[in-house]
Structure formats: C-alpha cells, structure tokens
C-alpha cells in the first residue's frame, strides 16, 4: 500500500505522486507503513534539529547565550520575513559575526510580500534572506566556540560537520552514511525513511536533553521554523506542542508525536518525484488514517487535507487530494 496524491482538473486526473511513509515507535518497529521503509533519500533540511543538535551539545549555544528563539531558527527553513532576519541577526551579532561569513549563498525570500517590500525600496537580497542563514549561524557558532577554521566550516571534514556525524550515528546507531551536498552548500547525508522516523522518534521522545531543547524551541516558536503560510508552522501551532515537524528539499518531511497515551512515534515521508504540492495532503492523509489528531486540531488543519489549485484569474480549476492504493 502506497500514498497516492492525484492532481485533478477538473473532473479529470492530470498528474500522480506516490508517497512512501513510515511509522516507528520509541524501539524503531514499524507501526505503519507506505511504500519501501528502506527506501534511501536525502534528508536535506529534515536534518536541521539535529545540525542545531551540536551548537547544543558543545556548548557554543550557551557560551554566546542563545535564547530558545535563536535555538528555534538555527532548525529553520524560514521565510526570510523580518521575524526570521532580525532574530538572526541577534544570533551574529551574539557571536561577533556578519553575513560575510556565511557560504550558503542567497536566493530571494519565500515570503512574497517580503520580496516586494525589498524590490520597491531598492534593497538587494542577502544571505539572511536565505531560508537556511539560521541553521549556518549556528554553524559558524559552533565553529568559533571549538576554535576551527571559520572559512571551512562547510566542510565534510571540519570539526563542526564531523561532530553532527557523530551525532547521527549515536541517534541511528548506523555510520559510513554517504553525503551530498546540500542548496545551501553544506553536507547533507542519504538516509533511509525508517532511520529518518528514528531520528524524529527521538527529537520528540524527551529522551536525549539536547534534542529535547531543540524540541522545545521549536514547538514553543513555531513561526520561527518556517513562517506564514507554511506547513511547518501551522501544524506545530495546531498541535500546541505535542508534535514537531521539519520539511525538507524535495518533498522530505520528519515528524515526532507525543500521543496521549504518553508513547512517542517518529513518521519520515518522501514525495517519490520530489514535489512538494504532494507532501501536506500526504502527511494529513497519513495522520488522519492513524488517527493522531484530536477534532479541534484535525479543525485547525484542514486547510491542508485538499489543495485548492487556482488558474492566474484566481479561477478553481482543480484540486490535489490524496488516497492510499494498493
């Protein structure tokens, strides 16, 4: 059984994602599953807690004394809105550090009124716009705290990256992962989804104090993580701190719920063609056939569980749902 997003206009389907997804408890079995649990993908920005995880284990978050809102968009993919830009800036200025450092480069905001406000008053965008300027700030703190070499804080073989590698091998238990590079310039690794539902199985268990810091952070400033009009936000919003979500580049996502029964899951999803219209539906249709949501939080979502699509005159031309097919 796999998660099938179909897009329609009309009356008629138009195009098809297949989602694979898996469920895993507090021990990695799989509770539910869609598709291949060992499917290997790159985690991308789905790794961002646990890159944050060593600014915190090393202590570089509490030398430059980082509050729980820096610590929440070190684990961002943001919208670069003026939230987001000004927080980090605190964190720069916290460590005596400027954009000139970073190597992630600069895209525009995705905000779009953010865009527009920049255009029209002539401003040029910057690597703070750049929805990962949160998780490299925390990098070039860590780099600076342990002494390295602030020009190769990137590198696989820095101490900083080295460091989050050890860090996932005692989340996963796994090593010799392999690693790509990321939008933003930094390592990423190849991960399987059912190592991925571990990693947010533990994020959201209480567990591991460092991760359960960052899990905090995030739940407690969820606009920080993502922004206006964002999956991320919304969902942690509605489920006012019992879960914690992170997309990631191509249709990834990671998922740590506390059920009311006190157990704690990790879910890993991953729109196989990597487009990112399939990956709310998919994740609502999967938490509503677990039934992890109360009535008022499934209320607060629905937005998420159909996508409207709208032609350029703003027209309802279609929709994207998602069903499960054998």
Same mark, same amino acid.
């Given at each position: ?26 021990? /990695? ?15 991308? =920005? =789905?790794?961002?807690? @646990? ?14 004394? @980082? ?49 527009? =406000? ?58 010799? @992962? ?16 059912? =190592? ?6 533990? *994020? ?49 996502? /990671? *998922? ?30 999967? *938490?509503?056939? *677990? ?36």
């Amino acid at each position: 059984m796999v998660i099938k997003c179909v897009v329609s206009r009309d009356t008629e389907i138009e195009s098809v994602h297949q989602v694979y997804g898996v469920v895993v408890d507090s021990n /990695g079995k799989i509770l539910f599953l869609s598709g291949d649990p060992h499917y290997k993908t790159c985690i991308r =920005s =789905s790794l961002k807690p @646990f890159q944050a995880s060593v600014c915190v284990e090393t202590g570089a978050a509490d030398a430059f004394g @980082f509050n729980d809102k820096e610590l929440a968009v070190l684990c961002a993919s943001h919208n670069g809105e003026k939230i987001h830009t000004s927080t980090i800036s605190g964190i720069l200025g916290k460590i005596d550090m400027d954009p000139s450092y970073y190597k992630c480069g600069v895209h525009s905001p995705y905000d779009k009124n953010t865009q527009i =406000s920049l255009l029209r008053g002539g401003k040029d965008f910057n690597p703070l716009h750049n929805n990962c300027s949160g998780k490299h700030a925390g990098m070039l703190a860590t780099a600076k705290h342990l002494g390295c070499d602030l020009n190769e804080y990137i590198q696989l073989q820095n101490p900083v990256q080295q460091k989050i590698v050890s860090a996932l091998e005692q989340y996963t238990g796994q090593s010799g @992962f392999i690693f790509g590079t990321d939008g933003c310039s930094a390592p990423t690794p190849f991960m399987s989804l059912h =190592s991925i539902a571990i990693l947010f199985q533990k *994020l959201a268990s209480g567990d591991y104090p460092v991760l359960s810091r960052l899990y905090d952070a995030m739940v407690t400033h969820p606009y920080l993580v993502a922004g206006q009009k964002r999956f991320d936000t919304d969902f942690m919003e509605a489920m006012s701190g019992r879960a914690v979500t992170k997309v990631g580049g191509e249709a990834v996502r /990671g *998922l740590g719920i506390r059920k009311k029964d006190g157990s704690v899951i990790g879910i890993a999803l991953k729109v196989l063609d990597g487009n990112q219209r399939a990956n709310p539906v998919a994740t609502m249709l999967l *938490l509503g056939q *677990l039934k992890l949501l109360t009535e008022n939080e499934s209320q607060m979502l629905e937005k998420y569980e159909k996508t409207k699509l709208l032609n350029h005159r703003k027209i309802h031309v279609g929709n994207i749902t998602a069903e499960f097919e054998d």
